[in-house]
């Protein structure tokens, strides 16, 4: 299954963006999508996942109650809804998944997209 993520931009602080990431075959109720981001110089990090079988989400304390993590099952396509996004959130951000928990480490995941650009502008 090949992963396709779209959706980033510029943004102003305080504004809101919504991502996707469309996956080309059938996502299995045994699979944890995830979204990470990254920038330049530093690590990719774990910012929200999501149980496709039961739709239990984990997020990044940095981003908690400012980001949702939604899926849709017959579309096979994972959402991140970013709203009072900041400067700090400006990143690469990359969708991933894995067949079992929602893992916060990107050495767990072998499947990813490849990635959007999200730039938030003060």
């Known amino acids: 299954v090949q992963l396709q993520a779209f959706g980033g931009g510029l943004v102003q602080a305080g504004g809101s963006l919504s991502l996707s990431c469309a996956a080309s075959?059938?996502?299995?109720?045994?699979?944890?999508m995830t979204w990470f981001r990254q920038t330049p110089g530093r690590e990719r990090e774990f910012v929200a996942g999501?149980?496709?079988?039961?739709?239990?989400?984990y997020y990044a304390d940095s981003v908690k109650g400012r980001f949702t993590i939604s899926k849709d099952r017959p579309k096979n396509t994972l959402y991140l809804q970013m709203s009072s996004l900041k400067p700090d959130d400006t990143a690469v951000y990359y969708c991933?998944?894995?067949?079992?928990?929602?893992?916060?480490?990107?050495?767990?995941?072998?499947?990813w997209g490849q990635g959007t650009l999200v730039t938030v502008s003060s």
């Open positions: 991933a998944r894995r067949t079992g928990s929602v893992l916060r480490t990107r050495h767990d995941y072998n499947s």
């Open positions: 075959g059938r996502i299995f109720t045994d699979a944890a």
């Open positions: 999501v149980r496709w079988g039961d739709g239990r989400t």
